[in-house]
């Protein structure tokens, strides 16, 4: 099996992850789950062999917050820790990955501006969205 699929994560207490299939520039999924069900998702693909990249949303690499209050900051910091939860795990696995900064990703969308770009008929949330954005129009031989 050729290795075509990208997937893109954003880490947070729901994880939101989305399957980008590079040869056919379509999305696969597009959803949310907890951190472990995720791992147990991309470790799947990587032992299908269907697995190409994982491409995921790093807060470590943002660098403004504005005026957040006390909670949102150490939500912020929650969702660090996941980024470096995972970047050990991509590493111990041996899974290829690349890490985007939040401002790199771009914007939210809504659900009506997301079915109107890609074209996904199920539903999603801002998790599931945020992911899928990060793996859209991507090619297998060029993961960064």
Same mark, same amino acid.
């Given at each position: 099996?050729?290795?075509?699929?990208?997937?893109?994560?954003?880490?947070?207490?729901?994880?939101? !992850?989305?399957?980008?299939?590079?040869?056919?520039? #379509? %999305?696969? *999924?597009?959803?949310?789950?907890?951190?472990?069900? $995720?791992?147990?998702?991309?470790?799947?693909?990587?032992?299908?062999?269907? !697995?190409?990249?994982?491409?995921?949303?790093?807060? #470590? %690499?943002? *660098?403004?917050?504005?005026?957040?209050?006390?909670? $949102?900051?150490?939500?912020?910091?929650?969702?660090?820790?996941?980024?470096?939860?995972?970047?050990e795990w991509f590493e111990?696995?041996?899974?290829?990955?690349?890490?985007?900064?939040?401002?790199?990703k771009g914007a939210k969308?809504?659900?009506?501006?997301?079915?109107?770009?890609?074209?996904?008929?199920?539903?999603?949330?801002?998790?599931?969205?945020?992911?899928?954005?990060?793996?859209?129009?991507?090619?297998?031989?060029?993961?960064?």
């Amino acid at each position: 099996m050729t290795r075509h699929m990208i997937v893109g994560l954003d880490p947070g207490v729901t994880t939101g !992850l989305a399957v980008w299939d590079a040869q056919q520039q #379509r %999305l696969t *999924a597009v959803e949310s789950m907890g951190i472990v069900a $995720a791992m147990l998702r991309v470790q799947s693909m990587m032992s299908f062999g269907s !697995l190409h990249s994982v491409v995921f949303e790093d807060a #470590r %690499l943002r *660098a403004y917050f504005g005026n957040k209050g006390r909670e $949102a900051l150490q939500g912020a910091g929650s969702i660090k820790r996941d980024c470096g939860i995972w970047v050990e795990w991509f590493e111990h696995v041996g899974c290829a990955y690349r890490a985007i900064s939040p401002r790199q990703k771009g914007a939210k969308l809504n659900a009506t501006q997301f079915q109107m770009l890609t074209l996904w008929e199920g539903r999603t949330n801002d998790h599931g969205r945020d992911a899928a954005l990060l793996v859209l129009g991507r090619t297998a031989c060029t993961p960064s």
